[in-house]
């Protein structure tokens, strides 16, 4: 196992051998100590005794001085082998008797003093003998002390001790240990577990209550802890990485936006400037022809014929129809895409716009051969700019007319692919399109090849159209297949309203518009609301004729309101559907408020519902007018509004 | 025995110390009480001082305390004297001792010890019979087997030129005396002995 293991018992075992140890020396020295003391004492007066016992008892002999006796006394010490040597001598101090084992040291010739003393390893024990208070004589006892075998003997049996109880101690010790050092063993490898996979989720076992328990529970503890901040550690590692990704992703993202919007950019400024020069070879061409021609006129004044003469000046004015023309639709186009367009979006009826386009395409149709056909009876609604969806549908039927092959045809149908959308097809029966073309197609001054044709053109049409169907809410496409023809598609939005039937206007005798003005009255004033320009020029153009009135001109309810405020207008104009505030509630405006209150205002709306009407009647309008516009009517509401304001005035 | 186990000098010297001791008490015996020999009598007046305390008197014969220990001696006057001086430095059951010379026919009054010297020993039955009955102890000097009438109870004999007693228990037991036994251990022989 690891090496902590055989340390650890080692050192345990080491300490309680020790003190084992210390103890028993310290135990046995004690013991041996006391034990050598109280031999000694008991030697000494056991000694002491004898000598008194044997001066006791010799003392008849030392007194009646009998040498006999006295020795016969001291010989009986023989049974005692431990003493050596004994004397006798006299109260003058001379030797009286002795006895001596073989081989020891005979007694002194005179008496020693009296006391006990160590002597050459033997104790000497000197002793006087008293008879009635006087003193008789001396004993003199030599026996061995026998003190160093005593400790040597000792010795022995302490290294025997200790050579037992260590062995004892050790094998109690190995034992015991075993229920202390086991559960520090078990925390210490899974210690080195832990450490060496790593892994925090392993727990120490508690086997104990005492401080080695304690120990298990709080390094248990900080394992939890630890396990606990590494997973915390590695999931805010993962999250990191995770945002990091995101991050990374989304800068690809937008880089490649950054790419795809450079590229785009890259491409309007290339197309603006082909445009450019495109526009300015275009400009030039006819200008070649107007410049070239006028010149030859200048000098060939003189000789030309009169027939060539009127030859250049034809020339030269298609030239500058031709510029004129292409300048128009440039301008046109320049202010669409400045959105200097004005559209007024209204439910528009399908079949009413389809029918002026033939109207209008008829005569050149039948002039080149083409057979037009509409499909005029869907009853479909859309929600458009009048003016600018016929521009539109003008634009696709003509080029389909234009560019289509001799005899052939062109038919215009609509129908509704999806729910609340409208869709117009222009096929035709022309050359087609290569897919190449058609990606081309919506190009400024791109003629696909037309440029050396018959066709006069400006390479214009089509992206005004394009612009056009675009802020009307609505997209365009172009389906076509090489040499069977092309299919062109408007798809705009469905409206609900059902449109009031926009009939041919009924013009009346507009030269009876003009009357003479009221004599010796100043011009009377109306306010215009509305918010279609196509309206509004055409009142200013039918009030133009009369010099009585003066025409002011709002673009919306608001701009009206205040007008109507500052002016103060005899009559005012009210279009209904208008952005921003609706004309039935700039009227209730004008009414709440005393200043306008007596102005008389007449409804000029598309909505034709005789509903509608009456309830616009009764909401206080002078009189209600619906779209397309009488103007003979619309001068005789003015009239009479007039009239009223006058006589309430 | 005890001589033989000295060394040679020591055993020479006394030798002729006791040899001259013996000349001397000879020719004092055959002086004839003329005067005792010195070492003789000195030995035995130390003796004789020195009996009494290994004797157990009945209570009432050493009388009250502070009184003198009386030894009666009949012997010579230098014999006495020389009892007299061994008297002076001895003491017996812590009471000093007194030697009191004897007349021939004086009746023996207070004594605690009566001695009978070998000149006086025609007296000896007499003195004896004075004190029979009462706690004296009597000390002779006979020859050995010369007494035929009534027995001392201790009687020095001279052997190999050494003072040694006998002592005879039955007269000191019938005076109500008791002789203790380590006096006994050192006696030459004892008569009577139960």
């Known amino acids: 196992m690891s090496p902590f293991k055989p340390s650890l018992q080692r050192r345990l075992l080491g300490v309680t051998m020790l003190t084992s140890l210390v103890a028993l020396f310290v135990a046995l020295g004690a013991m041996v100590g006391y034990d050598l003391h109280s031999h000694h004492q008991d030697w000494v007066s056991d000694l002491q005794t004898q000598a008194e016992l044997l001066g006791r008892s010799t003392a008849p002999a030392l007194e009646f001085d009998d040498h006999k006796v006295a020795s016969e006394n001291l010989a009986v010490l023989r049974l005692q082998p431990k003493i050596r040597a004994a004397a006798l001598y006299g109260a003058d101090g001379a030797l009286f008797a002795s006895y001596a084992t073989p081989g020891s040291t005979v007694a002194p010739p005179r008496v020693e003093a009296a006391g006990v003393r160590r002597s050459g390893g033997d104790l000497v024990v000197v002793q006087p003998i008293n008879q009635d208070g006087r003193l008789i004589g001396s004993v003199h006892l030599r026996a061995e002390y026998a003190l160093v075998d005593r400790v040597l003997s000792y010795l022995g049996i302490a290294v025997a001790l200790a050579v037992l109880s260590l062995g004892v101690a050790m094998l109690l010790s190995l034992r015991l240990q075993r229920a202390i050092v086991q559960p520090i063993l078990a925390i210490s490898d899974v210690a080195q577990d832990v450490m060496r996979r790593q892994d925090y989720s392993r727990r120490a076992p508690k086997a104990t209550d005492d401080e080695v328990g304690a120990l298990a529970d709080s390094f248990n503890g900080m394992l939890a802890e630890i396990e606990r901040r590494t997973q915390q550690v590695l999931r805010l590692n993962e999250e990191l990485e995770a945002r990091v990704r995101d991050r990374t992703a989304q800068l690809e993202s937008s880089n490649e936006e950054l790419r795809l919007a450079t590229a785009a950019a890259e491409k309007a400024n290339r197309a603006k400037s082909e445009f450019l020069s495109s526009m300015s070879h275009e400009l030039r061409t006819p200008l070649n022809a107007i410049i070239g021609f006028g010149q030859l006129l200048g000098t060939d004044v003189t000789t030309a014929r009169p027939e060539r003469r009127q030859e250049f000046v034809a020339h030269i004015v298609s030239a500058g129809q031709h510029l004129l023309t292409l300048i128009n639709e440039i301008l046109n186009l320049a202010r669409i895409e400045a959105g200097h367009v004005e559209l007024s979006l209204e439910p528009v009826l399908l079949d009413e716009v389809m029918a002026e386009c033939r109207q209008m395409m008829e005569p050149t149709a039948v002039q080149r051969g083409i057979a037009v056909q509409f499909d005029a009876t869907s009853c479909h609604c859309v929600l458009a700019d009048r003016m600018r969806l016929k521009q539109v549908l003008l634009n696709l039927v003509s080029n389909a007319v234009k560019y289509n092959r001799p005899g052939g045809s062109v038919t215009v149908a609509c129908s509704s692919p999806r729910p609340a959308r409208v869709r117009i097809e222009v096929r035709d029966t022309g050359r087609g399109l290569a897919p190449e073309q058609v990606a081309a197609l919506f190009q400024p001054f791109n003629r696909l090849g037309q440029e050396g044709g018959p066709e006069q053109g400006t390479g214009i049409g089509l992206v005004v159209t394009q612009r056009l169907v675009a802020l009307m809410g609505g997209s365009i496409g172009v389906d076509s297949v090489p040499g069977e023809g092309s299919r062109f598609w408007v798809e705009l939005q469905a409206s609900e309203l059902p449109a009031q039937p926009h009939v041919q206007t009924d013009w009346g005798d507009l030269s009876s518009l003009s009357a003479a003005p009221r004599a010796g009255a100043a011009p009377a004033t109306v306010l215009y609301v509305e918010d279609n320009p196509a309206s509004r020029h055409l009142v200013e153009a039918l009030l133009a004729a009369r010099q009585d009135w003066r025409l002011l001109l709002a673009h919306d309810g608001r701009t009206g309101l205040a007008m109507a405020v500052a002016e103060r207008p005899d009559v005012i104009l009210m279009d209904n559907n208008m952005p921003t505030l609706s004309g039935r509630e700039a009227q209730s405006l004008l009414k709440l408020d005393p200043r306008t209150a007596r102005i008389p205002v007449i409804a000029l709306t598309a909505n034709a519902m005789p509903e509608a009407a009456a309830a616009s009647l009764a909401a206080g309008y002078f009189r209600y007018l619906t779209k397309p516009l009488n103007p003979a009517k619309l001068m005789t509401a003015l009239d009479d509004a007039l009239k009223l304001a006058r006589a309430r005035r | ?194």
């Open chain 2, 1 to 194: 025995m005890v001589i033989a186990a000295l060394p040679s000098p020591a055993r020479r010297t006394l030798l002729l110390a006791l040899s001259a001791l013996a000349a001397l008490g000879t020719a004092r015996a055959a002086d004839d009480g003329a005067g005792d020999g010195d070492a003789e009598y000195q030995v035995k007046a130390a003796f004789v001082c020195k009996f009494g305390n290994y004797i157990d008197w009945p209570a009432p014969a050493l009388g009250a305390a502070g009184e003198p220990f009386r030894i009666g001696v009949l012997a010579s006057g230098a014999v006495a004297e020389e009892f007299r001086r061994m008297a002076g430095a001895a003491s017996v059951a812590g009471r000093p001792v007194e030697v009191k010379q004897l007349a021939r026919g004086e009746a023996p009054q207070g004594l605690h010890v009566v001695f009978v010297s070998r000149a006086m020993s025609g007296h000896v039955d007499e003195v004896i019979a004075a004190v029979q009955g009462r706690p004296v102890l009597t000390v002779t000097e006979l020859d050995p087997g010369a007494s035929t009438g009534m027995a001392s109870m201790i009687n020095f004999v001279v052997v190999d030129d050494k003072v040694r007693f006998d002592i005879v228990l039955p007269p000191a037991t019938q005076s109500g005396l008791r002789i203790s036994v380590r006096l006994l251990g050192v006696a030459r022989r004892v008569e009577g002995r139960p």
